[in-house]
């Protein structure tokens, strides 16, 4: 693994979190009471400079063992963890994943996709998140609010009127990726 690098994330020049690039097991994880971590895939692309992650299977696992035993050793006490990665996968680590954390939902977060069509099986758009939680964290369902999805309906044009601006989300996310292509990227 690459040494782990850390970039500072500001908003309005406030510094209110942290990018880790590398093992977080490997040093002090930030105490926090919210982590992200979409791993590597473990599916033998090489990024250049001896970075690469095609780990044997053992050795994958035992690492996202540290990873995740580290956020939560240094989570706050009500705190949240959301891990992405292909179904399957979550699956196949599930012990790992729950080994400490508990699992608060399964998320699946859908995006349109124009490559990685095959004449065998149909296209993936979708990867898995799981909500992993320790202790009892805070919860706003409508922190993040979509769109309705039938605004000419009676009961949805009332909650308009009333100034409601959407729904709380679904356990399905349709969220556009951003790749390294992607204007959002550069």
């Not at 982590?35 to 400079?49: H, K, S």
């Not at 699956?91 to 069509?117: D, F």
């Amino acid at each position: 693994m690459a040494d782990l690098a850390k970039s500072v994330l500001k908003a309005d020049g406030e510094e209110i979190g942290f990018f880790w690039h590398g093992e977080v097991g490997q040093a002090d994880a930030p105490a926090a009471s919210l982590y992200i971590t979409d791993p590597p895939y473990n599916i033998g692309i090489n990024y250049g400079g001896g970075v690469s992650d095609k780990l044997g299977s053992e050795e994958y696992h035992e690492m996202l063992r540290r990873v995740l035993t580290k956020c939560y050793d240094n989570a706050a006490d009500d705190a949240h963890l959301f891990f992405i990665h292909y179904p399957e996968k979550i699956a196949e680590m599930w012990e790992i994943l729950t080994e400490k954390w508990e699992c608060r939902q399964w998320i699946s977060w859908v995006y349109p996709t124009n490559t990685g069509h095959s004449q065998r099986q149909w296209t993936r758009a979708h990867r898995a998140i799981i909500w992993l939680t320790k202790g009892d964290p805070y919860f706003h369902p409508r922190g993040v609010t979509q769109r309705f999805k039938n605004p000419s309906a009676k009961v949805v044009k009332e909650k308009v009127r009333q100034g409601v601006k959407g729904v709380a989300l679904y356990n399905w996310w349709e969220i556009p990726q951003v790749k390294n292509i992607s204007k959002e990227n550069r």
